[in-house]
C-alpha cells in the first residue's frame, strides 16, 4: 500500500529537518496503518486455522482466492493479447528497418551506413544459439553462415575484432571449415581484396589467412585484418573455476598467498587466456538472456537487443552500432 | 493554460482520500493476483537513474537520491507481499566512489539515517520477517557507517522470511575476486580437521590386536566410536599412500607429508563452480530469477555478473529509478510469469521424450 498524500508530507518533512520533528514513537504510529498483520508463531496459526476452519469453513478466504485467480486469468489474457500486438507490431517495423537498411552484400554500402556514427566498437560480441530440431547438419551449417556473414558485415565497417558466442561450442570443433566459409563470405562481399583474416578459438592455435595476393598493391583493404574469436559455455563459468584451480594450487604448494590473489591479476589472467571486454553485445534473440556468456567480460559491455527479434539480420546489427554511438560510459560518475 | 489547471485536478483527484482507497484495494488485488502464479525467488534491481530524475524536475542531487529511497520501500513491499524470497539492490558502486564528495557524502548519510531508522524500528522488518544484509568491500565504508551496518545486520540476523541484500560499496569482479580468494584460502590454509586423518600406527596396532584375538575394553570402545569399516579405512590408507606419488583426481584428500608433519590439503580437482558460488556474497539466497535495470541504459555495469549470466530474465527499463513502482514493475512480472509457463510447457514434453 502506498503512502497517502497527507502521510508522505508528514514523511518528508520530517527527513528534511533531518528526522528531528517526529520522536520514534510518532513514525510508528505513522507507518502503523501500511504494516502487514504481525507474525505469529506456529502454534497460534494453527489454532487459527482450526478456528476458521470449524466456524466457517474458510468460506471468505475461498472467495478471495478465487477472486484473485480471475483476475490473474484476466490480467494474462490481456497481456497475452499486448504481447501478440506487440509482436505484430515489431515484425512490421523489423521488416521496414531490413529493407530501408539492406548491405546488398556490398561493403560500401555498408560503410555509407556507418560513416555518419561517432564512433564504433573496436571488439563486437554477438551470442548465437544452435537452432537443432534433430538434424544435427542443418543447424551448424545455418550458424556457420550466420557467423560468416556477421564477420562480413564487420570486416565492411571497420570493426577489427568479433568474438562469436554459442553456448554448446560446436562451432571449435570445425574451425577451418568456418574459416574457409567466412573467407568465402569476404570474397562475394569484397571481390578480390579481402582483408587478412584469423578464426581462433581460446586456448588454441589460430587459423590464419593472409589477404589474397591478386589486386591488393598498396591498396587501403590490405590493411584490414580481422579476428574472430569462436567462445562457448566453457570459457565462461568454468574458465574462472580452472583458474581457481590453478590457484589453489599454486597455494598449496607455497608458491602464493592467498592475498595476492586481487581484481588486476584475475583480469589480467581472464583477458590473456579468454579475450579482453568487448565493447558491444548484439543479441539477436527476442529478449535479454545471457545463457552462459563469460561473466567476467561482459561488466561494462553494451548490451543491445531487438525486441521481438528473431534471427540474424543486418539491421539489428546497424540498430546496435547506431545505439552504441549514442550511448555515453560514465563509469560511475 | 487549461492543461495546467487540468493537471492540478488531476492530482487533486488521484490524492484524494477516496481515489487513493480505491488505488490501494487495486494495488492489493493485484499483488494477490500475481501470488497465484509462479514468483521469481531473487530478484535483483539497479536502482540507476536517481541523478538524472533530480535534474530533469530541477532538484537537489541529493534530494533524488531521498525519492530513490522511497521507490526501494514502495518496490520492496510488492516484492515481499509477492512472495519474493530475496531481493538484491545496487545502492553503491565501488566506482561510485569518483562522484564529487558532497555527493558521496550525502550518500552515505543517507544509508547512515535510514539503517539507524531500521534499528530503532526493529520490529518494522519483523513484520515482513526480512533479514537485511549489506554485502561488499567492507573496509571502504567509513568506521560511523559501518558500526550502524553491523548493527542492523545483527539486529535483524534472526528473520528468516525472506532477505534484503544492500550492495554497498559492491562491484561484480570485486566479488568474484574475494570468492576465489576464499575458495583458495579455504583449500590451502585450513588442512582437513584432524579426526579425518587415520594414524597408520592405530590401524596397524589394531589389526594386531585383532589377529590376536585380544579385543580390550579401550580398543573396542574406539572401534564402535569410528562410523566408517575397517576394510574402507584400509582403502583409504592404500589411497593416500598411492597419492602422495601419482595423486589421482578421485581422491579428495591429497597428503604431503613434511617430517612427520602431516598437511592434508582437499584436493584442488573438487572445486566446482558451485564451490566458488557458495563463496559469494549471495551465498545462500536462491539462484538469481529476475534482473531489472531502470533509466533506459542497457549495461550489467558490474553487478551481479556471476549470478545473472546464465538464465537469470534481464529487464531493461526506460523510466527513472524514483518513479518506478508497481505500474512499471507488474508488465514485468508478468511477462516473466509468461516466459516461465511457457519454458514449462516446453520442458514437459522433452521429459516426456527422455522417459519414453
Known amino acids: 500500500m502506498p503512502f497517502t498524500t497527507k502521510d508522505l508530507r508528514a514523511y518528508r518533512r520530517d527527513e528534511q529537518f533531518g528526522h528531528k520533528l517526529m520522536t520514534p514513537e510518532e513514525r510508528i504510529k505513522l507507518l502503523k496503518p501500511y504494516l502487514p498483520a504481525p507474525p505469529r508463531s506456529a502454534a497460534q496459526r494453527a489454532e487459527l486455522k482450526k478456528r476458521e476452519k470449524r466456524s466457517r469453513l474458510g468460506v471468505r478466504r475461498f472467495l478471495k482466492s478465487q477472486w484473485h485467480a480471475l483476475v490473474y486469468v484476466i490480467i494474462h489474457a490481456f497481456f497475452s493479447l499486448y504481447i501478440r500486438m506487440r509482436q505484430a507490431y515489431h515484425a512490421v517495423v523489423n521488416r521496414i528497418y531490413s529493407i530501408y537498411h539492406h548491405h546488398h552484400r556490398t561493403p560500401e554500402l555498408i560503410q555509407q551506413d556507418v560513416k555518419t556514427l561517432g564512433r564504433l566498437p573496436k571488439h563486437l560480441s554477438v551470442i548465437l544459439t544452435l537452432e537443432d530440431h534433430g538434424r544435427r547438419g542443418a543447424g551448424l551449417e545455418r550458424l556457420v553462415n550466420e557467423a560468416a556473414e556477421i564477420a562480413a558485415w564487420c570486416a565492411s565497417a571497420g570493426i577489427p575484432q568479433v568474438s562469436i558466442y554459442e553456448k554448446s561450442g560446436i562451432l571449435k570443433g570445425y574451425l577451418p571449415e568456418t574459416h574457409q566459409a567466412v573467407a568465402q563470405k569476404l570474397s562475394a562481399y569484397f571481390g578480390d581484396s579481402f582483408p587478412s583474416l584469423s578464426v581462433a578459438a581460446p586456448h588454441g592455435p589460430p587459423v590464419e589467412s593472409r589477404p589474397s595476393s591478386r589486386g591488393s598493391r598498396g591498396d587501403s583493404q590490405e590493411q584490414k585484418r580481422l579476428s574472430i574469436l569462436l567462445l562457448s559455455a566453457e570459457d565462461g563459468r568454468d574458465s574462472v573455476v580452472d583458474l581457481t584451480k590453478t590457484l589453489t594450487e599454486m597455494a598449496q604448494r607455497s608458491k602464493l598467498f592467498p592475498a595476492d590473489i586481487s581484481t588486476e591479476l584475475v583480469d589480467a589472467e581472464l583477458s590473456e587466456s579468454i579475450m579482453g571486454e568487448p565493447d558491444l553485445l548484439l543479441l539477436f534473440g527476442p529478449h535479454v538472456e545471457l545463457s552462459g556468456y563469460p561473466p567476467w567480460q561482459i561488466r561494462l559491455t553494451e548490451i543491445f537487443h531487438v525486441q521481438d527479434n528473431q534471427g540474424v539480420d543486418y539491421q539489428v546489427f546497424y540498430r546496435g552500432l547506431c545505439k552504441f554511438a549514442r550511448a555515453q560510459m560514465r563509469m560511475g560518475r | ?356
Not at chain 2, 83 to 99: C, D, H, L, M, Q
Not at chain 2, 106 to 123: F, N, P, R, S, Y
Not at chain 2, 185 to 204: A, K
Not at chain 2, 243 to 267: A, H, Q, R
Open chain 2, 1 to 356: 493554460m487549461s492543461d495546467l489547471y487540468l493537471s492540478r485536478a488531476r492530482n487533486w483527484f488521484m490524492h484524494s482520500p477516496p481515489a487513493e482507497w480505491a488505488l490501494s484495494r487495486l494495488r492489493e488485488t493485484l499483488i494477490g493476483a500475481l501470488r497465484q502464479g509462479p514468483i521469481p525467488q531473487h530478484v535483483a534491481f539497479v536502482m540507476d537513474g536517481n541523478r538524472r530524475y533530480a535534474r530533469s524536475h530541477k532538484i537537489e542531487t541529493i534530494e533524488g537520491h531521498h525519492l530513490g529511497f522511497e521507490a526501494l520501500a514502495r518496490v520492496l513491499e510488492v516484492c515481499y507481499k509477492c512472495g519474493v524470497k530475496a531481493v538484491t539492490v545496487y545502492a553503491f558502486s565501488i566506482e561510485n566512489f569518483n562522484r564529487p564528495k558532497y555527493e558521496v557524502d550525502g550518500i552515505m548519510q543517507l544509508a547512515k539515517v535510514k539503517l539507524e531508522q531500521l534499528i530503532q524500528h526493529g520490529e518494522l522488518l519483523e513484520r515482513y520477517g526480512a533479514s537485511v544484509r549489506v554485502l561488499g568491500q567492507r573496509d571502504l565504508i567509513s568506521p560511523d557507517v559501518l558500526d550502524v551496518v553491523d548493527r542492523a545486520v545483527a539486529t535483524t540476523a534472526h528473520n528468516k522470511e525472506c532477505i534484503l541484500n544492500i550492495c554497498f560499496p559492491y562491484t561484480s569482479r570485486e566479488e568474484i575476486t574475494t570468492a576465489i580468494r576464499t575458495t583458495v584460502e579455504d583449500y590451502s590454509t585450513t588442512p582437513r580437521p584432524h579426526n579425518n586423518t587415520f594414524s597408520q600406527s592405530r590401524i596397524t596396532q589394531k589389526l594386531m590386536s585383532k589377529q590376536g584375538g585380544l579385543s580390550t575394553d579401550g580398543l573396542a570402545s574406539i572401534r564402535e566410536s569410528s562410523p566408517a569399516p575397517p576394510q574402507s579405512r584400509t582403502d583409504d590408507l592404500d589411497d593416500s599412500v598411492s597419492s602422495s606419488s601419482t595423486l589421482p583426481p578421485d581422491s579428495p584428500p591429497s597428503k604431503s607429508e613434511n617430517g612427520g608433519n602431516v598437511t592434508i590439503y582437499p584436493n584442488a580437482e573438487t572445486i566446482t563452480d558451485e564451490t566458488i558460488t557458495s563463496h559469494l556474497y549471495t551465498a545462500g539466497c536462491p539462484p538469481l530469477d529476475l534482473f531489472v535495470r531502470t533509466s533506459g541504459v542497457e549495461r550489467l555495469s558490474d553487478f551481479m555478473l556471476w549470478q545473472c549470466h546464465q538464465d537469470t530474465q534481464i529487464f531493461f527499463l526506460d523510466c527513472m529509478w524514483p518513479e518506478f513502482d508497481l505500474w512499471h514493475f507488474l508488465p514485468v512480472l508478468v511477462e516473466w510469469q509468461r516466459r516461465q509457463s511457457k519454458l514449462e510447457r516446453e520442458e514437459r514434453p522433452r521429459r516426456r521424450v527422455k522417459q519414453a
